[in-house]
């Protein structure tokens, strides 16, 4: 009887502690080329969430030897982080002067139209892939 009492009792408080797995959906993703750096961009785009908390850990992309970095922005200067919080039924905007992907290194064939495949790693959700454009400055979103 204190076996079972016991096992119920795990198992009713365990039931409460986990959360939903998350829905992820990545929309309005675009890049743009720096004027400063050749062969570096940002990346932006939104990260939906309509299920549980989730947390963006990296990324990849279609261009041999570019290197990605999760970026944002503190007292007006970038910096590099290791992850983004994508937290439970909301959307995560990653836009200029905040919350970014940057690329470098890519080749001098990267210009305004080129398309990239973009491949996300979240630490609950896994991989997305997106198509993203480089896109001019002004158009940007």
Same mark, same amino acid.
């Given at each position: 009887?204190?076996?079972?009492?016991?096992?119920?009792?795990?198992? !009713?408080?365990?039931?409460?502690?986990?959360?939903?797995?998350?829905?992820?959906?990545?929309?309005?993703?675009?890049?743009?080329?720096?004027?400063?750096?050749?062969?570096?961009?940002?990346?932006?785009?939104?990260?939906?969430?309509?299920?549980?908390?989730?947390?963006?850990?990296?990324?990849?992309?279609? !261009?041999?030897?570019?290197?990605?970095?999760?970026?944002?922005?503190?007292?007006?200067?970038m910096v590099r982080v290791d992850k983004i919080v994508v937290p439970s039924r909301e959307t995560t905007d990653l836009?200029?002067?905040?919350?970014?992907?940057?690329?470098?290194?890519?080749?001098?064939? !990267?210009?305004?139209?080129?398309?990239?495949?973009?491949?996300?790693?979240?630490?609950?959700?896994?991989?997305?892939?997106?198509? !993203?454009?480089?896109?001019?400055?002004?158009?940007?979103?």
């Amino acid at each position: 009887m204190r076996v079972t009492l016991v096992l119920v009792t795990f198992f !009713v408080s365990g039931a409460g502690c986990t959360s939903p797995p998350p829905q992820i959906t990545i929309e309005g993703q675009y890049a743009n080329l720096s004027p400063i750096f050749i062969g570096a961009g940002s990346v932006f785009f939104k990260i939906k969430n309509t299920g549980g908390r989730d947390v963006l850990v990296g990324a990849t992309v279609s !261009v041999p030897n570019a290197v990605i970095e999760l970026h944002d922005v503190k007292k007006s200067r970038m910096v590099r982080v290791d992850k983004i919080v994508v937290p439970s039924r909301e959307t995560t905007d990653l836009g200029p002067g905040g919350h970014h992907i940057m690329i470098f290194n890519m080749p001098r064939t !990267v210009q305004e139209g080129s398309e990239l495949i973009l491949t996300l790693r979240f630490e609950r959700s896994g991989e997305k892939q997106v198509t !993203v454009r480089f896109e001019k400055e002004q158009e940007a979103r």
